[in-house]
């Protein structure tokens, strides 16, 4: 379930970029002991003006249990981007990250009081609004009975989901809560979020900069650029004139492809093999099968 369809990163390279991202600066944060900075401490977001662990807090799990729950999860979740496309797929976790960080500031100034000043840093606003996205618009492939408990494939998904909520008790819960509800809040379009697109500059810049890194040319699948000049062909093609097309082999490229037969030359065929036979063999496999077919039925005729 977690493996199936296109393995890797293919037409994907945005959730490859945050797959990359949040594995290095979970590595870096605990080797470097900078683990402390990707936290979201409210005194220092609000007294000591460090906005920015809004943006920091999000990019880093805090254990590496966590790391690898999480990290099966994103790889798995990368399906969505293909459905949505890269640039769509993109602004959707920037809005649902953006409001589940909103609702984890929202959490802390009302559990303050009681002494809770910091929330688990990691994607999981990100993580589990594509867990809602993934209940509401995947559908279930296949049915199985575990000691007589109906159950079905989506299963291992949302064990893997409720194990990465469950993973550090009531921290690692109330921000998997701010994800489900931010997952929530985008399904319902509030203030028209389907709507919104990344800008096209950024874009530009995003596709021109960080694309070549993410996805190389040879890795993807392209279609070479159309024939210029009378001849028909084409000069030395550059980056910009690859254009990326869904992988297909066309059936005329097989080897062995059906050649129309001639059915008017069978019709003359009441005692033997004819000629137009003959012919077809020839089209079809060569020469030599042609001369195998002509040895065959003089041993027959023999035979007879």
Known sequence: ???????????????????????????????????????????????????????????????????????????????????LSGPKFAMFAMLVTSVATLLQIGLLSLLAPYGVVALLPGPYGLIFACLVKFYYDVPMTYRFTVAHLPLNNKLFVYVLGAQLALASGLHSLAVAATGVAAGLLYRSDLGGMHSMVVPKAVTAVCVKCLLPVLAPLPSRPFAPPPATGSGGTSGDASAEDVRLVPFSIPMTALPFT????????????????????????HDLFGSSASDDAHQFNGRGDELV
């Open 1 to 83: 379930m977690l493996f199936e369809g296109v393995p890797g990163f293919v037409n994907a390279w945005v959730s490859k970029g945050v797959v990359v991202g949040v594995g290095l600066a979970s590595i870096l944060g605990s080797v470097l002991g900078w683990r402390h900075a990707w936290t979201l401490y409210l005194p220092g977001v609000v007294r000591n003006g460090q906005v920015w662990r809004l943006a920091t807090a999000p990019w880093a799990f805090g254990s590496a249990a966590e790391l690898m729950l999480g990290l099966l999860l994103l790889y798995y979740f990368r399906q969505f981007e293909r459905q």
């Open 258 to 281: 059906r050649t129309p037969v001639n059915r008017a030359s069978r019709s003359n065929a009441a005692g033997g093999r004819t000629s137009g036979g003959d012919d077809d063999l």
